[in-house]
């Protein structure tokens, strides 16, 4: 990839990492329009950009590029800002497609997710190495990626509280302390 691409271009045009993130990823580029109306409580623009098959929503905050903050917003009425940038989405996708079902954030935890996906997917690893090679980002640990999230998530999260605006009540956090 050279460094003038987005990433989203590279994974539009790299069908391997398109297929990885796409499942077990459950990232969809083609998803990016949110089933309700809402907004950021401190005005900050918000554009979704991608969405996965259970209605969830990926947005960018703010102004600017795939370095914007990037906050997730589920079809339940929860959300909560889950990268600073596109590349730390996709290594996030990358490394721990099951960060959705992950309540402790433990290496324990993480590591019994992992081998569920495992036993249905055992070609995981191969096909995760060769999207990322594809998209040229280098892949940290699982544990890091996933106190890279909760740090965003309860640290940073904390300014991008979203509301649903046909009646101003805010989403519940996703990610919670």
Do not use: K
Not at 85 to 106: H, I, K, S
Not at 146 to 164: K, Y
């Amino acid at each position: 990839m050279r460094l003038m691409d987005s990433l989203i271009t590279a994974v539009r045009e790299q069908d391997e990492a398109g297929r990885f993130l796409a499942w077990p990823g459950d990232f969809d580029l083609d998803r990016g329009d949110h089933v309700e109306e809402v907004h950021l409580a401190s005005g900050t623009t918000l554009e979704g950009f991608a969405g996965n098959g259970a209605g969830g929503t990926y947005f960018f905050c703010g102004e600017g590029g795939e370095e914007r903050p990037i906050l997730y917003a589920d079809s339940e009425g929860s959300a909560a800002l889950v990268a600073i940038g596109l590349p730390e989405l996709l290594r996030l996708l990358l490394v721990a497609p099951w960060w959705r079902d992950c309540q402790a954030f433990t290496e324990e935890e993480s590591r019994e997710l992992a081998a569920e996906y495992l036993d249905d997917m055992p070609d995981l690893v191969a096909r995760r190495d060769r999207a990322a090679a594809a998209l040229d980002l280098g892949l940290p640990d699982p544990a890091d990626v996933l106190a890279r999230l909760r740090e965003v998530a309860v640290g940073v999260g904390e300014n991008f509280v979203l509301i649903f605006t046909p009646e101003g009540h805010p989403y519940e956090p996703l990610i919670r302390n």
